[in-house]
């Protein structure tokens, strides 16, 4: 038994702590000693602190590097139970999940595992949980266990692991949630979970957990009651019927994903249309309103709910009953997806991405950026160039305006962020520019923030191309059903294969017209290679994934289409600084959703005034440069400044800096499907090069020499004494951390068909899939390359565009024949495939799969502030001459007397590279602190 008298110590220190960490070793009650880490606070983790202790092997004790010996307290929630989450990594998705509760006086754990937002399942690989000891008292359970093949896991062929490292200060980083109601059934073990109410990070020092009677404190380990065991063989539950009321267990949650019983008879049947387009996004609604405005009878299809109270949404907060507003609608409290995601991110992906009408434009933070022409010039094929672009660009702009000033009023609420920052880059000699009137000037120039806002509220396609659309009797949208796959005859597409996903939705098979007929994929980089790979379209590996997952309701393997699917994933790369200034001070947006400052909610009410009709978190300057590279490529980068703080700085005087690397970089990902329908990024397309990772740091070391101009600047991340390589080195390559939200890719356009030899696109240059007659993708997926901006305008023009051309095409036997070849390397293996057109390609791609999700950064990482990590990663001298010293950066760089608009900043090679450096690493042991909402967001 575990000694009582560490619970009371808890108890004693939660009375005081308030989101308090703190490390010490401790020796429970069977001798075995910990590295122990105390956290919670503020009440909200049941009724005191938690602590969660770890002991690992000696590093000379060899065969028992999978495993650990833990020990884990957990405050009881009294009237309504409780469970607690620990993961293995510090994310919730894509990682070891173990979770505790009582029943009765019997600590129960079961291992659970999240591919994406959503309720985790039972964990099917092989985890074995052997409890040493148990107890419980009035206020907290704890138990003592043994963790064996803990560290690396596998579910469904998604491998992963965090095996601790044997260098000095390393770090292993912990995740923990806790909910304030017990499992469903709290005598089983596969019991439903609801969602936790708070979760956060810590980092466990390694080398403090290693103790050499390690291996004679496993033979402790022998089960002590049968709820003790919990080998991960249990039966999968996820992907089931949908029936499963249980919500995410991360800071990101899922929908209530309730498959409502579908009617018995499928109202669609016998009506036909010319168009069916899937997914109601920036690609999915203009399309639809510009193809029914020639008159042919088309079907929107969103799989989400309605959002905007224009279409009948109805999520919102109390101070917005009485409107017809919803929380989508408020430019101010669209951040609120990153609190409270329940119902709106789509919780079949491992990432961030609304599954509600509107799509990305419901949720985002409204950035509406004309193109820049070398956007298209550089990364699209013939026919998609700038000149082709330029009517599709500026009828976009004709329906959707830009505004750089929300309010109604004309009045910018708390503008200190733009005066700073802009301030030291005016210094600097940055030029000041409204970016959509010069959208070619991308280099050295900053901005006020330019919006789709209009009249103080989101707009974008729903306020605009989706009103017009559905003027027309020969149109008609449907939501909260899923398109799960198109049904089709060898190459011709006959209609699509639908399911009810929330109340409301629609069951069965709806069709096109017979010969003439067309359906276009609109369900975003993750959502339209999902229904592509269901429908027999992909790489082979992944149909026969779908085919071991849902055998008969695939297509014969005979009429398989394999073409590249799911590769060349793409996303802005973020890397984040975080400054203080003395005029800055913090707005609360978070706040304001449900308990707003009374006199911002009623001039937001009565005349859409005040700050709540501006991008939270008071996104306040913009700004861009380019990079040339040494291998002749020029990058892009932009720079996001908003008013909040990251990365563990406590003050409310912070801003967090996202530099995104945006067009020109050669590194891509992959999408890949897993055994339960769920889509992950199994490569990240994050600086797997010596020159993207280069192009990152002339960009810090130019923003740094940007912002000495104004001496109040303090940059408190990275630290003073950090240099840029080190930082690099250490910041985490993984969605959670570097993910800008901007996924694309996964389904290029190409003139190098993927059906022959090693081509490389999904769909040509009308966008329809190669190898069929009359499918075609019009969303994120098809864009060959990153953009300069934030990509939403962009994909409109893209829609814009595509109505053109689709609308031309004469429905005919596809030349090439279904499965012809099969071009690409099967395995789920990296990708090695050539990248976009202009742009070269990017070298061997890293292998890590760890995803650090957007849970995990949302989570406040309350102990790893108080750890230094160091040690497993080369050496910071030998990294740093790597970069270009700042003096050749800086000769580069505008002065204030100099004319920055056609400079360029220039790097040289890395002599070794980044990829190199990076492979040493033991990822993600040599990490600093975790990140804090740190990953872009906009
Ligand atoms: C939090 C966040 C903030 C962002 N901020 C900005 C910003 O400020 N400015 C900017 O320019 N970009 C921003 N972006 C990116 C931008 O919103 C996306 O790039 C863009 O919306 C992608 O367009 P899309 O048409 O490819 O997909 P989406 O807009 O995501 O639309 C896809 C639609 O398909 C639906 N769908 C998916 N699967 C199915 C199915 N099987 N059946 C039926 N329907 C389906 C989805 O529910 C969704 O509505 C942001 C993105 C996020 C997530």
Redesign the pocket.
């Known amino acids: 038994m575990g000694k009582i008298v560490s619970l009371a110590g808890v108890v004693a220190l939660g009375a005081s702590a308030v989101w308090g960490q703190t490390f010490e070793t401790f020796t429970d009650g069977n001798g075995i000693e910990f590295w122990q880490c105390e956290f919670g606070g503020a009440g909200v983790v049941g009724d005191g602190d938690a602590q969660f202790g770890l002991a690992l092997p000696a590093t000379a004790q060899t065969g028992f590097e999978e495993e650990y010996i833990g020990h884990l307290v957990v405050p009881k929630v009294k009237s309504t139970g409780t469970w607690m989450g620990i993961s293995h990594e510090s994310s919730m998705t894509s990682a070891l999940l173990l979770l505790s509760w009582l029943d009765g006086a019997d600590v129960m754990t079961s291992f659970r595992y999240a591919s994406g937002y959503t309720s985790p399942d039972i964990y099917t690989g092989n985890a074995t949980l052997t409890k040493i000891s148990q107890s419980v008292n009035a206020t907290h359970f704890e138990m003592t266990y043994r963790c064996e093949s803990c560290w690396s896991w596998d579910q469904d062929g998604v491998a992963g692991s965090q095996v601790p490292a044997t260098t000095s200060g390393a770090a292993q980083l912990i995740g923990w949630a806790q909910a304030t109601q017990a499992p469903t059934t709290p005598g089983d073990t596969d019991s439903a979970i609801k969602q936790h109410a708070d979760d956060g990070i810590f980092g466990a020092v390694v080398a403090s957990a290693r103790k050499s009677a390690y291996t004679s404190w496993v033979s402790l380990a022998t089960a002590t009651s049968t709820a003790a065991q919990a080998t991960g063989t249990s039966t999968n539950s996820s992907n089931s019927t949908g029936s499963a009321s249980a919500s995410g267990t991360g800071g990101v949650t899922a929908a209530t994903a309730t498959a409502a019983a579908c009617p018995n008879e499928n109202a669609m049947a016998s009506t036909t249309w010319d168009y069916i387009i ?7 609604i203009p399309l639809a309103d510009r193809l029914s405005e020639q008159g042919a009878s088309v079907l929107l ?4 709910p309605p959002s905007s109270g224009r279409w009948g949404g109805t999520m919102k907060p109390d101070w917005l009953i009485g409107t017809n507003l919803t929380r989508f609608d408020v430019p101010g409290l ?1 951040n609120e ?2 609190k409270d995601s329940e119902g709106i991110a ?1 919780e079949d992906y491992s990432v ?18 004309k193109a820049n022409p070398v956007d298209f010039d550089y990364n699209f094929p013939a026919g998609w160039k700038s000149g082709d672009m330029a009517a599709a660009v500026d009828r976009v702009f004709e329906r959707i305006p830009f505004t750089d000033v929300p309010p109604t009023n004309g009045v910018l609420y708390k503008p200190q962020g733009y005066e700073v920052v802009g301030g030291a880059l005016a210094a600097a000699g940055w030029q000041n520019v409204t970016a959509d009137d010069v959208p070619a000037k991308k280099n050295f120039t900053f901005s006020h923030p330019n ?2 806002f209009s009249h103080g509220e989101r707009g974008g396609p729903m306020a605009t191309y989706l009103v017009t659309a559905n003027e027309r009797k020969n149109f008609k949208l449907i939501t909260n ?4 796959r198109v049904v089709r005859d060898g190459s011709r597409i006959t209609g699509v294969e ?1 399911e009810a ?1 929330l109340e409301g939705g629609l069951c069965g098979i709806i069709n096109v017209t017979p010969g003439t007929g067309k359906v276009i994929l ?7 290679p ?2 592509l790979f269901r429908s027999g379209i992909g790489p082979q590996d992944q149909l026969e994934t779908v085919k071991d997952a849902e055998s008969s309701a695939m297509i014969e393997s005979s009429h398989w289409i394999n073409l590249p699917v799911g590769h060349n994933l793409d996303d802005h790369v973020n890397t984040d600084l975080v400054l203080t200034h003395p005029k800055i001070s913090f707005y609360d947006f978070y706040a304001a959703y449900t308990n707003p400052i009374p006199s911002d909610a009623d001039q937001y009410i009565a005349n859409r005034t005040g700050i709540l009709t501006q ?1 939270a978190p008071n996104l306040s300057v913009l700004f861009w440069q380019e990079i040339l590279g040494d291998d002749g490529i020029t990058r892009q980068l932009q720079y996001t400044a908003r008013v909040e703080s990251g990365h563990d700085i406590e003050s409310n005087k912070s801003m967090v800096i996202s530099q995104y690397l945006g067009r020109g970089a050669t590194s891509r990902g992959r999408t890949t499907i897993t055994a339960s329908l769920d889509m992950v990024v199994s490569t990240v397309p994050y600086l797997n090069n010596a020159h993207d990772t280069a192009a990152v740091a002339a960009g810090i070391e130019s923003l740094k020499a940007a912002l000495a101009m104004d001496p109040k600047i303090q940059i408190m991340y990275p630290a003073a004494n950090t240099s840029t390589a080190d930082f690099l080195a250490d910041y985490p390559l993984t969605t959670a951390s570097r993910s ?5 890719g996964s389904c290029k356009m190409g003139l190098d068909s993927g059906l022959v030899g090693n081509g490389t696109a999904v769909v040509d240059t009308d966008t329809k899939v190669y190898g069929t007659d009359n499918l075609f993708v ?4 098809i864009f060959p390359g990153m953009t300069s ?7 409109v023009a893209a ?1 814009e565009r595509a109505s053109e051309l689709i609308a031309k095409i004469k429905v005919g036997k596809s030349s090439l024949v279904a499965n012809s070849t099969v071009p690409y390397p099967t395995g789920n293996t990296n990708s090695t495939l050539p990248q976009g057109a202009g742009s070269p390609s990017g070298s061997a791609v890293p292998s890590g799969t760890a995803i650090f999700d957007s849970a995990a950064s949302n989570a406040t990482s309350r102990c790893t502030k108080q750890i230094t990590l160091t040690g497993s990663r080369t050496s910071s001298s030998s990294l740093a001459t790597e970069f270009p010293a700042s003096s050749s950066l800086t000769t580069a760089f505008p002065t204030a007397t100099s004319t920055p608009s056609t400079s360029h900043a220039s790097f040289s090679l890395p002599s070794t590279g980044y990829q190199a450096t990076n492979g040493t690493l033991p990822y993600p042991t040599a990490t600093t602190s975790s990140p804090s909402g740190s990953s872009g ?2």
């Open positions: 899937v997914g109601a996004g920036a690609g999915g299809i969103e799989k989400g669209d997806i990153w789509c961030m991405a609304g599954c509600v009408l509107g799509g990305g434009t419901a949720v985002n933070a409204g950035l509406w950026w919006e789709m059903t899923t398109v799960s639908v996903f609109s369900a975003g980089a993750f959502g339209t999902k229904i991008s800008a939200n901007h996924w694309m019009v969303d994120a997926s901006t934030n990509p939403s305008a962009l994909i829609a967001r906009e």
